[in-house]
Structure formats: C-alpha cells, structure tokens
C-alpha cells in the first residue's frame, strides 16, 4: 500500500548508456513531479506532469525525458548517462492546487551512479 | 527569481537541547511556506506549513511563524530527540505556477544522546 513508489531503489551504469527510472503513485493525484538531489543534498525539480500533460519544464539536458502514460505513472528516461548525473532523484505526487495548498508526497528515491 | 536560504550545516545538538533553523525566502507574490524532513535514506515527508503572514505551523512538537516582514519561517523544537536527526528543507511555495516548491541544500541535524 506504498503511496509513491519507484524502480529501481538503485541503479549502477557505465557512462553513454540509456536508462530509465519508474514512478507510480496509488493517492488519486492528478500531478506527478520529478526531482534530482545532488552529493550536497540540493534538491532541485526537472519536471511535473498533470493528466499526463507537462506544466514544469525546468533548464534539464534534453538528454532527459519524462513519459506519462497515465495520471498513476511518470518515468523518467536519460539517453547518454554522464557522470555529473550521478545523483538521488525523487519522484512526487500531488492534486494540483486550486485555492488551496496541497502536499506533495514524495518517493523512496533512486540513487544513480554513473561510473 | 524565487529562492531560499537555510542555515548551513550541518547542526549538531545533544537530545533535549533547544533547535532553531533559520530559513529566509524570496519568492514572487505571497508564497505558501512549508518545512519538509528527509530521514536518513528515504524520501521527503512534509513536517508543518503555513499558508499566510503569522500563521503557526506546528507537528511533532516542530513549530514555525510565517513572517512576512522579514521574509523568514524559521524552524523550532524546544528539545530535540535523537529521532529527529534528519535533512530539513524550507521551501516557499509561489501563488503563481504550478505548485512548484524551491528547495535549496537543506539543513542537516545530528542529535546526540
């Protein structure tokens, strides 16, 4: 009954390969983030998605992209992994705010390694 | 453009000393404020908010007053346990997009017994 939930909890890579990050949340929110935390904990967002359509398209190599197959999921694909990707990203959910403030509930993360 | 700034740490506190992190924003409009913990090797769970200009957020004995004057919400325990050793992160909250929160680097806190 995990609320947010994400694979692979690591994930070890050599350097120009392709990978993906899953996301699934089972709270009925309509909108779905992801963020990267760096080796200094600075936590930063790349993108949100609402019903499936991107609303927060931070400054993000476009060697990421974000795929929403539906309001449940956001995956996170990276074409030619680098080393200075090698970080924790954090997936998160929420309903999209109208008047009120709402939560945003956040994943386990993964931790990526580039070697 | 929107930011914040949380004391440096990490904060390193015997159990039952008094905490105060502080936390200063700049954000566009009249921002929501909220205080995120991350403990170790998990993801962030949100600790108090504070939706207007001196409102209190409190939880788990954590308290923080929403300071519009000085742009602050600083965060308060009066005595900590060795369970709150964590990564705190202030973050405002703008009115205007997308529910978008801005982090910065957090504040580590060690408790020792």
Redesign the interface.
Known sequence: DTAVSQTPKYLVTQMGNDKSIKCEQNLGHDTMYWYKQDSKKFLKIMFSYNNKELIINETVPNRFSPKSPDKAHLNLHINSLELGDSAVYFCASSHLPSGTVNEQFFGPGTRLTVL | GDSVTQMEGPVTLSEEAFLTINCTYTATGYP?LFW?V?YP??????LL?A?KADDKGSNKGFEATYRKETTSFHLEKGSVQVSDSA?Y?CAP?SRR?????I????T?LAVHP
């Open positions: 929501s995120y991350q090797g998990e993801g962030l769970q949100l908010k939706t990564v992160f909250r997009g997308y529910n978008k929160l982090f910065g680097a957090g580590r």
